[in-house]
């Protein structure tokens, strides 16, 4: 009999992804637990027999019983970025609240080297993975690696002007598919090694950004000319295009932390644990070039 799985954030594009490949690995339905703070986002899970509860990390004792009977819990990482500690108190609350559920193993969404990224919320990541471990529970680890989605915020602004700004230098990212990310990480959970375990899931390949730009071109059929600047330009760039100043320090720190080579780790454990080929750069950009290049 499968043990009970519950998959927090399920509304989001992870969260919903991972439950799409469980079922297709042949988890009941009913042997599902998507946890949301909006209940109706999901229905279309609900009428597919999956078990629905609301689930905030705002609300610990709401989601004590919403993880209640839960024997598997994937929590998955939540997208506020105020840099005011609220996602670290709310990872915390989710890993306490599903020990004191019951819960017998845990997983976690996490980023590549957390322990040295400059990524500027990678503490929030190291802090939730070592609140995992504390668990002493058996765990798994998923430190994912950017999206291939992520380009769909940076690449359609730099067609337009035809100028790509970072301040990623050299350095290289091994960009994912995020569903091959979700594919691996229902592949780990169906198939739970014996040991606990740390996977980084990477794509393929890890390119500079000039070579994401030739690729993209290439696909989209307009040009597109990287420009290097400092991080202080680039902030500078951001707060004269406007974007709100508490967020850009964060923005900067994923090129900082590029340069540094974060994010360049390439590792085998996305097609080990999906079980099928990763989705390459290239057939991004070219599946998406519409969107890219508009
Ligand atoms: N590796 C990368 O490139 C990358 C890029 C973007 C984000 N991320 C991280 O990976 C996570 C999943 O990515 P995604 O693409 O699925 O993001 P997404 O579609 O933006 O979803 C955001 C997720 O955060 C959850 N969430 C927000 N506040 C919450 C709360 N108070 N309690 C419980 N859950 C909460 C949402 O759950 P509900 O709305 O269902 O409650 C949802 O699953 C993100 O939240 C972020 O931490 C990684």
């Not at 799409?20 to 899970?45: C, M, N, Q, Y």
């Not at 380009?151 to 091959?180: E, I, K, M």
């Amino acid at each position: 009999m499968t043990d009970t799985i519950f998959i927090t954030g399920a509304s989001g594009h992870l969260g919903r992804a991972v439950i799409h490949h469980l079922l297709e690995r042949g988890v009941a339905p009913s042997k599902i637990i998507a946890g949301t703070r909006d209940p109706d986002k999901i229905a279309d899970l609900a009428a597919r027999g999956v078990v629905v509860r609301a689930a905030d990390f705002d609300d610990k004792p709401g989601l004590v019983k919403a993880f209640a009977g839960a024997h598997t819990i994937l929590i998955v990482s939540t997208d506020a970025l105020d840099g005011a500690g609220t996602r670290q108190r709310q990872h915390s609350t989710a890993v306490e609240a599903a020990v004191e559920a019951g819960a017998k193993r845990l997983a976690y969404t996490s980023l590549p080297v957390p322990e040295t990224s400059k990524v500027s919320f990678a503490p929030d990541h190291l802090n939730t993975e070592k609140a995992v471990k504390a668990t002493g529970l058996p765990y798994l680890l998923f430190r994912d690696n950017w999206y291939q989605e992520n380009l769909f915020r940076a690449l359609p602004h730099a067609f337009a002007g035809g100028q790509w700004y970072t301040s990623a230098g050299a350095g290289r990212t091994a960009y994912v598919a995020r569903d091959d990310i979700a594919a691996a990480i229902a592949g780990a959970i169906v198939n739970w090694p014996t040991q606990s375990t740390t996977y980084t899931l990477t794509g393929t390949e890890a390119l500079t950004n000039e070579q994401i730009a030739k690729l993209a071109s290439a696909a989209v059929g307009k040009p597109l000319q990287v420009v290097d600047l400092t991080d202080e330009q680039l902030a500078g760039g951001m707060k004269a295009a406007g974007l709100p100043e508490a967020i850009i320090p964060t923005l900067v720190s994923f090129d900082t932390a590029t340069r540094a080579g974060d994010l360049a780790l390439v590792t085998g454990d996305v097609e080990a644990l999906s079980g099928r080929k990763s989705k390459p750069l290239k057939v991004f950009l070219e599946e998406n070039k519409a969107v890219l290049g508009a």
